[in-house]
């Protein structure tokens, strides 16, 4: 058990603890997921760092076309923000999704990324619309693609809350011709984790998909793109052919296991193709809309 909890009022300060606790001291925002790896045992912590008191970093804005979501910010906050529902549609459904209304009222979407699960409800959207992410340690900071968080084992991380701090996620805000969406499959009337879950971002030009970016879980050890679903969508007129033929590239980008918790790879290989071609018209209809 930590025998200190430290609540240091800015982000220097919150790196000089970790940088002089030997890995020892971690960092906490929500804590929905790290209070029970500390409980059963995953983490050995003499010290939790709380960023709670640390203003910039509980804020959304908008900065030269880009939302700014600092580490803080809670899925609640994602919910009930008017920009990320109009500039960041996918990741307002996500975040919708996402646990409970006391989980969401928590959980950080930081948090989401830095736990490094393949289907969060925040971080499959966040890949989709091409968010980088901030992070700070003692010798300085770094930007990286989201995809880069995530190791090549499952639900690993390559960010070490020991000695590092994500501070912001940056996504660009949807512009003229852009739409997203996001959608998940789950047990009805359940607060459970996602069976498979796809977010998709598209740009049209009149009645041509320009770009389309797609993201999916848990098909990978983290969130996959969909790189020839995409590729195979650019460049195309908007038709149920070409949605159609996407969603089963989508397909056979897939890895699912076998789970006891999510359900089969072989029932998971047999819908996802139904969900991408479902994220893809949506995300047409978010733009039309």
Known sequence: MWQAYLCPDTIKEAISVLNGSN???RIIAGGTDLMLDIQRGRHVVEQLVDLGKI???????????DIKIGANVTCTQIVNSKLIQEKAPALHQGARRLGSKQIRNIATVAGNIVRAQPAADT???LVALGAKVEVVSAGGSRII???DAYGKGFATSTIDSTSE???FITVPAHGAGEGSSYVRLDKRKALSLPILNIACKV????????AASIAMG???PGPQRAFDAENRLSG???SEENTRAAAQLVVNQCDPRNSLVRGSRHYRLAVIGTLAQRAITEAIACVKA
């Open 23 to 25: 890995g020892m001291a």
């Open 55 to 65: 203003k910039e970093l509980g804020r959304i804005t908008e900065e030269n076309g």
């Open 123 to 125: 971080a499959v959207p």
């Open 145 to 147: 693609d989201i995809l």
């Open 165 to 167: 701090i994500v501070t």
């Open 203 to 210: 740009v049209l030009t009149g009645e041509t998909i320009k």
């Open 218 to 220: 848990p098909v990978g």
């Open 236 to 238: 195309r007129t908007i």
